[in-house]
């Protein structure tokens, strides 16, 4: 029987070349985003006998009820990973400049939407053997990150319950890991500032003038080494290497060189 992975966030960056990769490689690949047209255009690449798509919209329980039933009757009540990908990033900028709203927005759509996916594709997983989950935080779930300070906030929510998951669900023969990229070429890099008056925006241009950036392919493979490999981390790239290993050990540097990072814009 052919193995399946579910993947949010599908429709562009990291979740649509995953998608495209493990469906060349003969998976069966259900696809989910709240961009429903990226997702016909997704699956018009991979090819519809290779695939199925529904929109989701991670904050919904309904809509992740839903997704779960269509995937299951789609795979014969399997699921071999559980990518819960899918996540914004169109906030940067200084804490005190960034309305409410908008912090809950993230809030909500990068841990909660995450808790979400957990709860409900946990029976899936536990029908599958040797299944993982496997969510996406980022480096900034594991180092600090002045000027993206609520999305690192709950990034490090998504590392901290990806930790702890791994022990519960070891139980069920569920292995349960993360990735960790650094700066990645997704339209993350394009999206526009939703507060006015903030001091900078995390943009390509800016990103690209203090640090690399990693082609999502590097990403994808750190995917497929997720699912074969028995860390629950998996920074991505030397700098999300880097950083993580020295905040474990020398945090003090990691905060230094993060002030000197951002010491134009946000501090």
């Known amino acids: 029987m052919k193995k ?23 998976w069966n ?39 779960e039933k269509s995937f299951s009757e789609y795979t014969g009540g399997k699921c071999n990973i559980f990518f819960n990908n899918a996540g914004i990033a169109n906030f940067a900028g200084a804490f005190e400049d960034i309305e409410i709203k908008e912090m809950n927005k993230i809030i909500d759509v990068n841990f909660k939407g995450v808790v979400n996916g ?36 709950t990034k490090h929510a ?19 890991s993360e990735i960790n990229p650094w700066f990645t070429e997704t339209p993350i890099l394009d999206a526009k ?23 999502v392919e590097k990403v994808v493979s750190s995917v497929w080494s997720a699912y074969d490999s028995s860390r629950i981390h998996h920074p991505v790239g030397f700098e999300a290497k880097f950083a993580s290993f020295f905040m474990r050990h020398l945090p003090s540097l990691i905060r ?8 134009d814009s946000f501090i």
């Open 29 to 67: 690949v259900g696809l989910f985003d709240i961009n429903e047209d990226g997702l016909k255009e997704v699956a018009q690449i991979i090819g519809h006998n290779r695939c199925m798509y529904k929109k989701l919209d991670v904050t919904s329980v309904n809509d992740w009820i839903e997704a």
């Open 118 to 153: 957990c709860s409900v594709m946990l029976n899936l997983l536990k029908n599958t053997s040797n299944s993982m989950l496997l969510n996406t935080s980022s480096v900034a779930g594991l180092i600090t990150s002045p000027g993206i300070s609520l999305y690192g906030a």
């Open 4 to 26: 399946s992975i579910f993947i949010t966030g599908a429709a562009s960056g990291i979740g649509k070349a995953t998608a495209i990769s493990f469906a060349e490689s003969g």
């Open 193 to 215: 500032a939703v507060t006015s008056g903030a001091k900078s925006q995390l943009d390509r241009e800016f990103v690209n003038q203090k640090t690399k950036v990693y082609p």
């Open 158 to 176: 998504v590392s901290s319950l990806t930790e702890n998951l791994r022990i519960e669900f070891e139980r069920y023969g569920i292995k349960v």
């Open 256 to 263: 230094g060189l993060s002030k000197k990072l951002f010491k």
